[in-house]
């Protein structure tokens, strides 16, 4: 459940670059996976790359990956090379993508409700609260850390029943370093994504 819901609000947080406030951001997004998902979800289901593709058409322009490698590293990010730092970013973000695609294939817009925005928009940072209702009709919270851009709000995480995913892979990630290498962490990433193996779960 934590995997469908972290894909869901994922994919929701992106959007339109022109929308000018956080909770625009989320509501053009949900509009577009909507329509993008309509009567495909059987289809995609079984074309793996076109549904990576569709991820990456929407979530990319309106995440900050390299922010959110940034945060994932920690403390690893300042001892790492430019090469090494591009080359997590790329295989970060894939295995994002492989991570949560079945999730995606799930989502429904009606289930989302983006409450009234409550931040400050002047601070370079701010959060976007929803809630998601799960088919038990369970409502679980859900906040999006949003970062403004010279191109508009970014989404950079996001935190589920008080679980961040930032912090969730910061803490998997440190020990599997710790445990080997940056460049194996690496190495071990861009070999999943590009076989195509299925991703581990987690907890966010």
């Known amino acids: 459940m934590k995997k469908l819901l972290t894909a ?80 997590f970013i790329e295989a970060f973000y894939g295995s ?33 609260k929803t809630e998601v209702t799960l088919e038990d009709g369970t409502s679980v919270p859900v906040d999006y850390g949003m970062v403004k851009r010279e191109s508009g709000w970014l989404m950079f995480d996001v935190t589920i029943e008080g679980i961040s995913y930032v912090r969730n892979f910061r803490m998997e990630l440190n020990s599997e370093i710790q445990a080997t290498s940056l460049d194996a962490v690496i190495e071990r990433l861009e070999s999943d994504n590009a076989g195509g193996a299925p991703a581990p779960d987690e907890q966010v």
């Open 96 to 128: 994002l993508l492989r991570r949560y695609a079945d999730g995606v294939l799930e989502f429904d817009q009606e289930r989302v409700e983006i409450l009234p925005f409550r931040g400050d928009l002047t601070k370079p940072r701010t959060t976007v």
């Open 8 to 87: 869901l609000v994922l994919l929701v947080a992106a959007s339109a670059a022109a929308a000018q406030e956080p909770n625009d951001v989320i509501e053009s997004a949900s509009n577009e996976l909507a329509t993008e998902l309509e009567g495909r979800k059987e289809a995609l289901s079984e074309d793996r790359e076109a549904l990576y593709a569709l991820i990456d058409r929407i979530l990319l322009p309106r995440f900050d990956r390299r922010y959110a490698a940034q945060l994932v590293l920690g403390r690893h990010w300042r001892d790492a090379s430019d090469e090494q730092r591009e080359r």
